[in-house]
């Protein structure tokens, strides 16, 4: 019965064993074995299952995949003066597990240490660059067109705009905060993969100013477009009105040669007749001149004229 | 129960009685000391047992892959390959573990603004009611704010290296996509931005966004970048419209004089050309009436010369004779008279109406 009770905590004792110091390293992970907190022997990089001592040794498992750090957001003044918002993401590796677990120990020391570095980084880089230098970047370009059109809307040269080309622009400067971060981190283990400007923006109060400004701006616009809407009909009024008086007095001129063409013509005409016999003319066009009595008029004649002269008496004179 | 199960416990730590379970199992029913009805109750609460044991390891020692998935499977924690879908079978107890990737489904990660998961009664999407501003407010590169909303869509094209690149390639997705979003408005000029390079922006962050996501090899392939609104903040938006309807208001100023123009420039120049032709048809009228004019007077002169001094009195006489009744009052005149000698006043002494009816009744 003893012997059975023996062989029961014996294969107890023999699981226990074999339990502890067989461990799985997940594809995920890699390992440390520490003996008393003092790391022994080479990184663990194979995922599987692995050996080691029962109970005098035990496993510290790190992330080997790339992970994500995010910064907080800060508020840095840039060259310019203007207060902007900056948040900052970047992704790092765990390089050198052994020297990770002497100077951080896990992930949420490594967290706060970068949150130092890459946020001081931030901070230099961003204060020492103009806002114009961290939005745009080395490949500005910008469509000559569209500036032309702005600056015409904004009723201000080309050259006022000030968009020129930045000297070193976002990706650079994300380059220089990673090497200056990145000097840092052989001391930590880590290996810092990238450093990225997620977010960049005023803060509140420059915003709001921003907004009034961009407010101000369009308000202008809305005015010329409103201006050049009264300019322009003005000028179609106006051109239709020289049109207008074009048009008419052109008329009128050929209209008044047409007359006068005609009236010289009639005088000729007249001239031509009438020139065979003056005189008779003048009594012909007198008599003619009677059909234009009306009913008021008052005739007024000679008693020694031609009519009265046979009432008068009929003797031949 | 067949034992009282205080017994059964004290004998299990004791050990009393215990061993005996193998024998009696042996033996059958050839040493009856103990009682039947124990031995087989312990028989059956190992075959219990037992028989959890297999369903447990039966069920989960096989899997089913949905079509739209793949399932990575480890073994010990390493990766042993990638199950397509279907029915698979595994080594149960945790030596073999199955991940499911939705490989073949499009998934989408909204910038800006969320759907709700669900929609409402009538089928339309449901948005919700939140503020991710701080999401789409960004700086263009003339330094305005401009609120961008976008979806990225991708898929899972690697689960290996989606599962095991990376530790959370969803939120760097995410990350990246902010960033380059930002680089890619900040490198425009915001006018540009609102309206015509739209498209241009899309494709190029999708490919920077892409890029990225190879460099950090993390199986993510995206499939497009779809920016969504693109509008100035709300605090503006009332000025841009503002623009927007002055320039509405231009055009309609325009067109208006125009339209006035065009209305009064044809129909001016029509009253010029009826000025014209009634010019035109006084000239003829002028010309025929002179030369008509000039032929009687042509004719008559040539009958006038064959007999001058009668002719001349006849036409006289019948001038006067067409001219006096129609003349309202004739005075003769006669040389060393004071006053002017009324010859006939008839025409005064009738009321005007019968003067009229006896005019047209004469005539």
């Known amino acids: 019965m003893s ?16 339990a502890n110091s067989l461990y799985v390293i997940d594809q995920a992970e890699q390992g440390i074995v520490v003996q008393f907190g003092e790391p022994i022997g080479e990184v663990v990089d194979s995922p599987g299952l692995h050996w080691k001592l029962p109970f005098i040794q035990e496993v510290r498992r790190y992330d080997r995949r790339m992970l994500a750090w995010d910064g907080d957001v800060s508020q840095i003044p840039t060259l310019g003066r203007e207060f902007v918002v900056v948040d900052t993401t970047a992704r790092y590796r765990i390089a050198d597990p052994l020297q990770f677990l002497r100077s951080v120990r896990d992930e949420a020391g490594a967290r706060t240490r970068l949150d130092d570095i890459i946020d001081s980084v931030a901070r230099d880089i961003v204060s020492g660059t103009n806002l114009e230098e961290i939005v745009r970047s080395a490949d500005w370009q910008v469509n000559l067109a569209e500036v032309a059109e702005v600056a015409e809307q904004a009723g201000v040269a080309v050259e006022q705009l000030d968009l020129e080309k930045p000297k070193k622009g976002r990706g650079k400067l994300e380059q220089e905060m ?19 400007i997620k977010r960049i923006n005023y803060i509140d109060s420059v915003r709001t100013q921003v907004e009034s400004r961009m407010i101000a701006e369009r308000q202008s616009i809305a005015e010329r477009f409103r201006s050049e809407g009264q300019g322009r009909s003005q000028e179609i009024l106006g051109d239709m009105e020289r049109e207008l008086r074009r048009i008419r007095s052109e008329g009128e001129r050929k209209a008044k040669e047409i007359q006068g063409r005609a009236d010289a013509e009639a005088t000729r005409i007249y001239g031509q007749a009438y020139g065979k016999d003056p005189e008779f003319y003048k009594f012909f066009k007198t008599l003619e001149s009677f059909d234009a009595i009306g009913e008021n008029s008052t005739l007024m004649l000679d008693a020694d004229s031609d009519y009265f002269r046979y009432l008068d008496s009929s003797r031949r004179r | 129960m067949a034992e009282d199960p205080k017994k059964w416990l004290e004998r299990a730590i004791t050990g009393k009685g215990w061993h005996e379970r193998p024998r009696s199992g042996d033996g059958g029913g050839a040493q009856p000391p103990r009682p039947v009805k124990l031995d087989f109750s312990l028989r059956s609460v190992g075959l219990v047992l037992g028989g959890l044991l297999a369903i447990l390891a039966a069920f989960s020692s096989f899997y089913t892959v949905q079509p739209e998935e793949r399932a990575v499977i480890k073994r010990l924690g390493r990766v042993i390959g990638i199950a397509d879908p279907g029915l698979h079978f595994k080594v149960p107890f945790g030596i073999d573990q199955v991940q499911f990737v939705a490989t073949e489904r499009v998934l989408k990660q909204e910038f800006g603004f969320r759907t709700g998961q669900d929609a409402d009664d009538e089928g339309r999407t449901r948005y919700v009611e939140e503020d991710f501003s701080i999401e ?5 590169g003339d330094l305005n704010i401009i609120v961008a909303e976008w979806v990225v869509q991708y898929r899972i094209a690697d689960p290996i290296k989606f599962l095991y690149a990376m530790r959370e390639p969803t939120g760097t997705l995410r990350d990246i996509a902010e960033s380059v979003m930002r680089r890619v408005v900040g490198n425009r000029i915001g006018s540009e931005v609102l309206t015509t390079g739209r498209v241009e922006i899309s494709n190029t962050a999708r490919d920077e966004i892409q890029a990225a996501m190879d460099r950090y090899d993390n199986g993510i392939q995206v499939i497009t970048v779809e920016l969504q609104d693109v509008v100035p903040p709300p605090r503006v938006q009332p000025a841009f419209n503002e623009v927007n309807e002055a320039r509405q208001q231009r055009e309609r100023m325009i067109n208006e004089a125009n339209k006035q123009a065009n209305q009064s420039i044809p129909k001016t120049e029509g009253e010029a050309n009826r000025l014209v ?20 007077f042509n004719a008559v002169l040539t009958e006038y010369r064959l007999a001058p001094e009668v002719t001349r009195s006849r036409l006289y006489l019948e001038a006067l004779r067409e001219a006096l009744p129609r003349a309202g009052s004739v005075v003769v005149v006669q040389d060393g008279q004071a006053s002017p000698l009324p010859l006939l006043n008839l025409r005064d002494a009738q009321p005007p109406r019968r003067r009229n009816q006896d005019r047209e009744g004469g005539e």
Do not use: H
Request: no cysteine; net charge neutral; proline share 2%.
């Open chain 2, 136 to 140: 789409s407010l960004m700086l263009t």
């Open chain 2, 277 to 296: 032709s009634e010019a035109e048809g006084y000239a003829t009228e002028r010309v025929n009436r002179a030369l008509g004019e000039t032929a009687r």
């Open chain 1, 3 to 18: 012997k059975l009770m023996l062989w029961v905590a014996s294969a107890l004792v023999a699981f226990l064993v074999l």
């Open chain 1, 178 to 196: 990673l090497a200056a971060a990145s000097r840092l981190m052989p001391g930590l283990g880590i290996e810092l993969i990238d450093v990225r």
